[in-house]
């Protein structure tokens, strides 16, 4: 699947800019993480720009109608398995790289975004202690699961710092078109 076709399903799929927005910073998080375990960036990327696209119309169904949807298409089923195990809730076993790499950047990417917001310079500058700091304010980005961005560095076998600055590298590269 064409980057271009993933971007006209997430639209059919997604009305709500700031979700999309987050839909593009996994995207990024995860092709940044691509190339570091010899996979193809194009590929993982689509399961980042469409691991949440039927949760505004679905959220009960998550992630079972974007994966239906995207099978039915003949997507590769390496992007519908990370889609359908992105969450500890949806009792699919992570297996592959890209399972676990989804899993890790899915979270991340809004901790990082709600400290951007909150800065003058948002991610411009921004550093992976300063994204800790706030991580340790409960009430900060109260929907963010701090057990789960600790589990995915783990499972990428890096520490949560260096984790933190990739994606903030990542986000960094595409801080236009998601406003930060």
Aim: charged share 30%.
């Amino acid at each position: 699947m064409e980057r271009e076709e993933a971007l006209r399903i997430l639209d059919s799929y997604v009305a709500n800019p700031n979700l999309k927005k987050h839909m593009l910073a996994v995207e990024a998080a995860v092709r940044f993480y691509a190339p570091l375990y010899g996979s193809d960036p194009d590929q993982w990327g689509i399961a980042g720009l469409l691991h949440d696209a039927d949760w505004e119309k679905y959220p009960s169904e998550h992630p079972k109608v974007i994966i239906e949807d995207l099978r039915k298409r003949g997507v590769d089923k390496e992007i519908t398995q990370a889609i359908a195990c992105h969450g500890n809730n949806f009792g699919v076993e992570r297996k592959s790289q890209l399972d676990h790499v989804l899993f890790a950047c899915d979270e991340i990417t809004g901790l990082i975004t709600a400290t951007a917001l909150v800065r003058p310079e948002k991610l411009t500058g921004l550093a992976a202690s300063s994204v800790k700091k706030k991580m340790k304010i409960p009430t900060f980005a109260a929907g963010v699961n701090r057990q789960e961005l600790q589990q995915g560095a783990d499972e990428l076998d890096i520490t949560l710092d260096e984790h933190m600055a990739n994606v903030i590298e990542a986000m960094q590269e595409i801080q236009k078109e998601l406003g930060l």
